[in-house]
């Protein structure tokens, strides 16, 4: 049986395949399979996860499971969060207020009201702390500083630009969206701005256009250098 092929059914409480039910059982919760082929589920035991052929990867029970990323998925312990990996071991031995989802081999998680970056091994990445920070992509993040502002960091921790903003979005395409005190726009990888105007809300460029909304609500289609394109 391919995993990749297992469906959730329409109620969350059971897996399909071919459109059939599997297993044989319902759950009280069930959650898509992941990467090497393992779902978290919930029944009257509590939470854990299962293989692709339906039996449990281990007999520990949680308070809450989540999916494998990276081969490591997050789980909640009482108010405890870590990360198991994909044998049902113990990550590392840190446990934290909450945790994300590893991507590109790294993670964020709060330690009370800090956010920062773990590795694999549940060590930290750099040494600052953050109000917030969100998922590496391409090598970059999102945090929000002390000081209230937004601004991207690499895998050092390290600022990648001198730019600051009232809110940010990663790299999409070389691109990002970020909100200044005049509106939202893109920027490039200097957190230059790569066009005047300044919108409501925008989207991230898709195959060279976004979509963006005006400060009289009207939505537009814009390309990289800021044209307007057409009124949707």
């Known amino acids: 049986m391919n995993w990749q092929e297992i469906k959730v059914s329409a109620d969350n409480t059971h897996f399909l395949y071919d459109g059939k039910q599997i297993f044989g059982r319902q759950f009280f919760e069930v959650l898509k399979f992941h990467s090497p082929g393992l779902a978290p589920v919930q029944d009257e035991t509590g939470s854990y996860h299962i293989e692709s052929n339906g039996k449990e990867l281990y007999t520990d029970r949680f308070t809450r499971t989540f999916g494998f990323y990276c081969n490591r998925a997050a789980v909640v312990q009482a108010e405890e969060w870590f990360h198991i990996t994909d044998i049902g071991e113990r990550a590392y031995t840190n446990s934290y207020s909450w945790t994300g989802n590893f991507q590109e081999n790294l993670c964020p998680v709060r330690d009370n009201n800090n956010y920062f970056h773990?590795?694999?091994?549940?060590?930290?990445?750099?040494?600052?702390?953050?109000?917030?920070?969100?998922?590496?992509?391409?090598?970059?993040?999102?945090?929000?500083?002390?000081?209230?502002f937004y601004k991207h960091i690499d895998t050092k921790g390290n600022f990648i630009n001198d730019k600051s903003f009232l809110d940010l979005g990663i790299f999409h395409k070389n691109f990002a969206t970020a909100k200044d005190k005049d509106g939202w726009h893109h920027?490039?990888?200097?957190?230059?701005?790569?066009?005047k105007d300044r919108y409501l809300t925008i989207e991230p460029f898709y195959n060279g256009f976004a979509l963006v909304t005006q400060f009289d609500n009207r939505r537009i289609i814009i390309d990289e250098s800021g044209n307007k394109i057409l009124s949707v």
């Open 187 to 195: 920027i490039d990888k200097q957190g230059k701005e790569i066009y």
């Open 118 to 148: 773990i590795d694999l091994e549940g060590k930290r990445i750099y040494t600052d702390t953050f109000i917030y920070c969100g998922d590496f992509k391409d090598g970059i993040a999102c945090v929000k500083t002390y000081d209230s």
